[in-house]
């Protein structure tokens, strides 16, 4: 379903309208195709135009379908479910109207919404920049969380004695990151193709402002790429010493297979039914013990000075 909402810049917040009207902003959430096909009536344009803001894949990007009607595409960041950390955000700015529509309910619009602003549904390109930039606020604090978490990591937690989940959790945090970055990337894109002039929604005094927002996702992305190559570090950082743990294991058991292997090897040699050395000696088992603890021993020392045990 939507709803519709109108602001003056005097007016402390938005409020609601029964239909839309000029200067309106129509917010579709949890939207359905019916819903884009009644927005599409009110905006005049083919609903096809717009049938990919249901795409919880889709990336950012920024189209114009109508001489005065742009379609931005944008992601927001938020645990969505098992593996999908950003969602489908659609704005289309026509002349009359200001619609945004998404799959799912997005925390940014209903925050905008309900907090007082100096915005107005009639300044059209300031409303697009504001969300824009809440967008990219909220993947900085996503991505300043998932770094602090990292470095109390590898600051207070002995790497070598992390678990399994605790290693699938990191896992976790650097597919996230990568979602924040492979959302951000695409959006950068879009400010900057708005800024370029090709898509004539802005007034000058805006120019500015998209100029902060553009500085404000360059941010954004630097510090992500920075928290991933941290995550790198201590994840590679881990599979070294998982490995090497490994590895001493196998040396371990490897030193004490051949230690045990050479009392079974002559103990089994004494065992077969031919002629062999002291066998007519009374004083034979105490000797082959003597010499098979003699040879234990022997075989202990060296591959405990090849640092095997």
């Not at 050395?277 to 603890?293: D, L, Q, R, T």
Request: aromatic share 8%.
């Amino acid at each position: 379903m939507y709803l519709n909402y109108f602001k003056h810049k005097t007016d402390e917040k938005f409020h609601t309208i029964p239909q839309p009207i000029v200067d309106s902003w129509i917010v579709a959430e949890n939207a359905t195709s019916s819903d884009l096909k009644e927005i599409s009536k009110i905006l005049n344009i083919d609903w096809d135009d717009i049938q990919d803001s249901l795409d919880m894949m889709e990336i950012a990007r920024i189209e114009k379908i109508e001489k005065d009607v742009f379609v931005v595409y944008a992601r927001f960041p938020g645990a969505l479910e098992v593996g999908m950390y950003t969602a489908t955000l659609t704005i289309i700015i026509s002349r009359d109207y200001f619609v945004t529509i998404c799959p799912l309910i997005c925390p940014i619009v209903q925050r905008i919404l309900s907090e007082p602003s100096d915005l107005s549904t009639q300044s059209k390109a300031k409303c697009l920049i504001h969300i824009l930039l809440r967008i990219v606020q909220e993947y900085t604090k996503v991505i300043k969380r998932i770094r602090v978490e990292v470095i109390n990591i590898n600051q207070d937690k002995d790497v070598s004695k992390m678990t399994d989940e605790e290693i699938t959790d990191l896992t976790r945090k650097e597919e996230n990151l990568n979602q924040c970055l492979n959302s951000l990337q695409p959006l950068k894109e879009v400010i900057e193709e708005i800024l370029s002039g090709k898509f004539t929604i802005l007034y000058e005094k805006d120019q500015d402002l998209l100029e902060d927002l553009l500085l404000a996702a360059n941010q954004a992305e630097d510090l992500c790429r920075l928290s991933l190559k941290i995550i790198s570090s201590l994840r590679n950082s881990v599979q070294i010493i998982i490995t090497n743990q490994f590895n001493k294991t196998i040396r371990l058991l490897t030193a004490l297979t051949i230690i045990l292997n050479l009392p079974t090897t002559i103990s089994s040699i004494y065992g077969m039914n031919v002629s062999l050395p002291f066998e007519k000696s009374p004083y034979a088992f105490p000797i082959i013990i003597i010499f098979i603890v003699i040879v234990a021993i022997c075989s202990f020392f060296f591959f405990q000075r090849r640092r095997w045990l």
